[in-house]
Each structure stands twice: as structure tokens, then as C-alpha cells.
């Protein structure tokens, strides 16, 4: 209400009451109001106002109230007239009010509709609380709020005004003027109007109140109207969509009714269904009886059952995965619909699902894997169940960051509170290893990798994984271990079987100078000694002896420079003294070695046993692979050759069964072989010496039949070549092919 | 023909009483092979068919010699050997298998193997499998004496 006389109510109480108010009787006139002479009855004044508020009340209630304004006004022939009705907000009448509102108001006081006073202290509570009319004058000397009410009050007539009995709020009329003056007519016209006013307000409030019922009514009906027909759609989309089965049964066993969907879950047709050979208690395999009875009785005891799943039988005898629901009809204690979902695919999928989780279990058990996941927000962790074996976590505890701290390694805690402080600051991928220490004092060694992701909330979560790799580990110690012993083994074998050749190359010579001096004793103690002869066997046992000699040579070579881890190599030199000294057993094998060494071939650095070791495990290799080669020469060629880059190579060429192409890479493992009687540490005991030399090992299939083992390696610089001390070994020729 | 004869005379006696043509000697020393007992020797080292052969013709034999056991079967001289000295190990047909190879030919030569392997059990296959003797180098010429004495009476 934005009304000037707005202020009046906006006012508070304890500013208009003052200690000097005037006493209320200095505001009434009631001496005067009865001495008055009074004016006559205007009856036909008086109806047509009555007429007009009955007009006003039947045709629009909601101006009855000013209409009485008028009324009064006009009656009365005031200034202003209206009513003030208590209210506890300020707008709504209401019986315990504690203040009175206003209206309505006709006359010059109109502006101030909307306004009002207060319960106990104001004109209208007085005529409350004394339930009687009242006149007052100048009602503000006592009520100094009423000041702002302007114009003035000259007089004031007030007549209660009552609804169902009970003293609701006042009507009124005043006289801003002298102009007339309120007498007893105006009292009688006042308390007819006021009755007039209490029925009409009561008629009023029951219009009012079934107005509200019949717009409830109405907007209940409405609703329901508009449920109803929502539903029946949605019922009618529902079966007619056919994504779910919709049947309508009876208790009998009968399906009276059903929609494609169902139909085509069972694979009947509609013509099965209209003569009634479709029967859910045909279509239900013998153990879901029990369930079916059960959902029965739940349907008899509530009218509805909860859905469940169970199998139907399709035409052709196969079964189907359903889930079942349905209600009774209303009012009907036999038939009933229900609802048939088609649970097939979902099974299917569960299924798969189940497989895979199981593949994933299987495997993290076999690859010794737990998954977890870990939201940094509320250190929230959850763990696969290999997770749980791992740290050996009870099943289903609770793991938090400081639970999984009690089984690291004391030495890997630094460790972990350093991983602990990445997964806080959201790194975005990382890994580590680090060790548990177990509750039975055993190490695992753990391989861990996160990474971060976020997740439906966007907080920060790390799915992480972490596997067990004590196993291998512990056998890569181990391997390293076998590795190492193994190079020895390996070199203690091959220089075993070494002796064995080198015995034959120095008999070889041995039985020749045997020979010479027993053919040389004969020649010279005949009757006439041969000494041409004699001479010859001489020369020959001279040469023998060389050839000898040499032989013992490399073999000090062999076994007492070897021990020097870098000196200058020739790799001819190292290709020459292998076949030398493997001679007698690839005759054996009946090899035709073929050398093709490159002459001013560069020197590389090395260990002059190992590299020896190396073409000699080539060239046995070589020899092996052509055992069962008969149908062509068992040629085995070895070359030596300038490589690109500053590097020589070394090639040995046989013409053996070669390998399989898919197992060149497994070639230099560890343990890998294809001969029957071999360990597989050749070629990768070769493989390290060659890594350890900066050079290359590999090997390649011939085109026609074979492979061919190389190997590459740096060539001596020239600055170590100056440096070097040049082995000042005089090479005794014998001139003999090596073959 | 490839055998070395090292220079030495080379004789041989032949079931006939005379010489083919191409296994007549190159150079003719003072003493006449002719009328001795042939032993052959089988052999790819070089310096054996150098020595063995002169050692040989010493003990009073006549004496040729091959660098491979396929060279001697191809040579047809070979039926006037009357005892064979082989080594055991040879690129291409080894000496047990030439041993094989004659007895499918029913050329029953005794053999007296010879070779550098040092393995005990040798020795005994050898002699296992017919061999006269199976001489280890080195020997002496004494131990290859008895071994072609031997071969030469199971003739």
C-alpha cells in the first residue's frame, strides 16, 4: 500500500502515546450525541443503498466491501466512511488481530486505504472493548498518530461490526467539518448497516471459501483428469512400443492378452495366443514352480508382486531369462498384468562380464598384478582382490595410505612417503619400485604404476597398478648369477675340449719327427748309409719341431696373454689360431674351412682369449649346424673384412640347416638352443663378450642354405696404435693350408 | 694320381709281376722296389705321407701314398696293397669308413689304423671293428714293424 495514509500504521505505537495524552473521555461527545435533535428516517434513501449493496454483494463480492463504504457515506451523508477489520498482517481480517486495517474507505479519507490502528490503543479498539457505538471529537489529543490522518476528524461515529458473534472491526463515518453534526438516526442507519455488513462479510468469506473448494475441486479433478490420461498413454506406449513384454494373466495359468514383445520372447504367434495355447504355467520350467507360488501368494496378500527373475520356455524348448512383474487388476482378485523383461542379452553380457572379470583376476593372479584405485580428496582406496594377496590385507579391510605404510620395507619408507607426496600433488604418470617387508619377515619386490585421472566430479583419482616381481627378481639375480658362472663354466669346457685338439696338433708334428729320426736312425746305420735321405728326414723332423712349437706358441698365447683385458687384436690372427686349433675336430666333422681374410685388415682392442673364444663358439656352432648336412660340402667360410664406420667384421658363413626365421631374436638368449646336446650360453656368453667390446653380434639366413654368425667391432684408433706395445712374436710359419 | 710320393723312390709290386705304366717312379734310386711287398698309406696330413713312406721302404717294404681315402679307391693300385695304413680321421671318407667301403668291394686289405686322438677307447673300437692295429701317434718304428708283420700274415 502506497497511500499517504500509509504512515499512520507504519508509525510505531510507542511514539504516538505520550504521558500527557488527553483521558478518552475528552475525545467522546456522547453527552452531546443523545441531546442531539435528530433528523428523520429516510427509508427510501436507505433501502436503494440497502438494494444496491445486495446488488453489489450477489454480482462482485470482492467490491462488497467498498459498495458499504459508499453506502455509509452516502447514508450518512459524511465525509468519509469505512471499516477497519482486525488482521494479524496487516491485510487478512482475522479475529485475534492486533491491529485493525482498513479496506475499504469512500470520502475524502479514501487515500488512506490500506491503512489502519492498532488494537488497544486507537478509536475502534475503545468501541471494541466497550461494544457499543462510540462518537468521538479530535480523537487525536489522545491518539496523536490519528494526527497524520488528514483531514482531521471533526467527528468520528464508530458501530461495531461482528461476524458469527464475534467483534471483528468497526464501521464507520466522519466529518472533517462542522458542516452537519451525528445524530441518532445516524446511530440506528449505522448499526442496520453494521448488521448488514456482518452477513454480508460472512456471506462473503463462505462465497470466498467455496470458491477456493470448487477451484481445489476443480484443480484436482483436473489433475486426475490429466493423470488418468497420461497414464492410459503411457500404458498404451508402453505395450504398444513393445519394449517390454506385457501380459494379462489369470491365476488359472491363462494369458488372455499380450503384446508382440512378449510374444516374441517366447516365440509364439497371435494365433497361439487367441486360442489360448500360450499358458505361463506351460511356459515355466518345473523348478521355477516354487517361485512362481510364491509370487502368488504375494499377489493374493498385496495385490501386486515385486519383480524376479525366472525362465520361460520359448516354442522350440529353449529357455529364455526373464524378469517378471505385476499387479491384479483393481478390484479383480483373479487377473492381472504383467510386465516380461527379456533378460537374454543382459545374462549374455553378465556373462562376458563375469568372464572378463575372471580373466582379469586370472590374470592379475598369474601375473601376481592387484589394480587400485586411490582418490587423494578423502584417501579412499579400493584394491582388486590380487591387491589384497599382495599386501596380504585381510579380505575386505579398510586400506588407507598409512595401512599400506605398515608394510613397506623400513629401508623403502623415504621412498614411499615420496610416492605419497607425488599422488597429493597430482603428478600425472608415474612409476616405482620399492619393497614390502611381510608380517613373516619375507621381501617382495613391488613394481607400481599410477596414473591420474579424474573422476565424476572431477576430484583427483589415481588407478594404479602393482605387481609382484619378487619372482623375477629373484631370478634375474639369479640368471645374472647362472650368467656369470656359466662364462666360466663355458670357458672352462671349451679350453677342455681345447686340450683335447691341442693334443692332436701336437702329436700331429710329434709323430712326424718320430718318424723322420726312426727313418733317419735306419738310413744312416744301413750297410751303405743313405745320407741324401738321412738329410731329407732331418729337414723334415727341423720342420716338425716348428710346427710344434708353434703350436705350443698359441697356446701360451692362449692361456697367459689372454688374461689381459685390452691389447691389440688381428682378427686374421684370431681366425687363423681358432681353426688351427679346432682343426683336428672339424675334420672330424668333415668341414672344409675356407679362410677369406682381408689383408691390412685394422686391429681392434680386446681381450684376446674372449674374442678367440668367441669365433672359436662361431665356428663350432658353424660345424654343428652342418652335422646332418650330407647332400652338399660342409663348407664353413670365414671372413674377415673392413666394416663401415671405423669397425672390422668378421663373418662365419655355414651351410648348415640354419634357424627358423622367428628365432633369430631368441638366438642370443640365455639357454636357447636348437642342437640337441647343446645349453644354449654359446652365442649369448658371445653376445656379452661382443656388447662388451662396443661391437655387434647377429646372424643372418643365407640365400641358399645356412646363416652366417657376425660379429663387428671397433677398429684400434691410431693414437692407441702408436701407444701400443707391438707383441713382438715372431710367427714361425710352417707354410702348411689350413684345411 | 695325386699321391705324393715325397721324392722319394716309389715301388710297388704288382700281382702280375709288372709294373702299369703309370705307377712307375719319377726318379730311379740304387735300390729296386720291385719283387718287395706293397704297403700303402692312406693319410691327409702332408708331412705323414712325407715321412711314413720312407720309414717304410726302411723296414723293407714297398710303399705308396694317398692324401685321401676316395684318391686311393679311385687308383686301382690299391689291389696290389698287401697291407694298409689309415688314418682314422680324414676330411671327406674317414678311415673306418674305407675299411667299410673294401669290404663291400670283398678287397679284404688288413688295416693298420693310425692317428693323433688321444681317447683311450679308440685303440680298442679300432681292433673292435678288424683292424689289424690301430697305431697312436706318435710310434716308433718297431710298434709299426709288429703292426705290418701282423697284417702281412693274416694275408
Redesign the interface.
Known sequence: MNTPGTSITDRPIDDSVSGDSAPLEAILCEEDFRRRASRGPNYERETRALVKLMGALADSPSTVLQTLADTILEITDSDSAGLSLLTKDGKTPHVDGKRFFWPAIAGMWNPHVGGGTPRDFGPCGDVLDRNSTMLFTHWEKRYPYLGCATPLAEEGLLVPFYVEGKAVGTIWAIMHSDRRKFDAEDDRVMASLGKFASSAYQALMHIEDLKFQVAEREKAEAEVRELACGLEAKVRRLVEANVVGIAMFTLEGAIVEANDAFLNMVQHSRDDLTSGRVRWTDLTPPEWHNRDERGIEELKATGAFLPYEKEFFRKDGSRVPILLGGTFFEGSGNEGVAFILDLSLQKQTEAELQRSEDFLAEGQRLGQMGCFSWHVANDEIRGSEQFYRIFDFEAGALITPELIRTRVHPDDLTLYEKMVVQVRTGNHHFEWQYRLLMLDQSIKYLQAVAHATLDQNGQLEYMAMVQDVTARHLSDEALEKARTDLAHVARAMSLGSLAASIAHEINQPLSGIVTNANTCQRMLSAATPNIEGALETVRRTIRDANRASDVIRRLRLLFTKGTAATESVDLNETAEEVVSLLRSELQRNRVVVQLELTGDLPSVVGDRVQLQQVVLNLVRNGSDAMAIVNDRPRRLVIRTERDDGQRVRLSVEDAGVGFEPQAAERLFESFYTTKKDGMGIGLSVSGSIIESHQGRLWAELNEGSGATFSFSLPCMREKEIENEDVLAVSRIDSGDEIV | MNWTDG??QCAFESPKGEAPAWALPQSQRERSSVGRTLVTIVD?????R???P??VR??GFAALAFSSAEEFLASETAYGTKCLIVDV????M?GPELQQELKLRRRNIPIVF?T????ENIRARMLEQGAVDCL??????IALLDAVNSALRTN
Not at chain 2, 136 to 141: G, H, R
Open positions: 721324392g722319394s691327409d696330413d702332408e708331412s705323414v712325407e715321412s711314413l720312407d720309414l726302411e723296414l680321421v680324414m676330411p671327406g674317414t693310425i693323433a686322438q688321444t681317447s697312436i701317434k706318435p710310434f716308433s718304428d
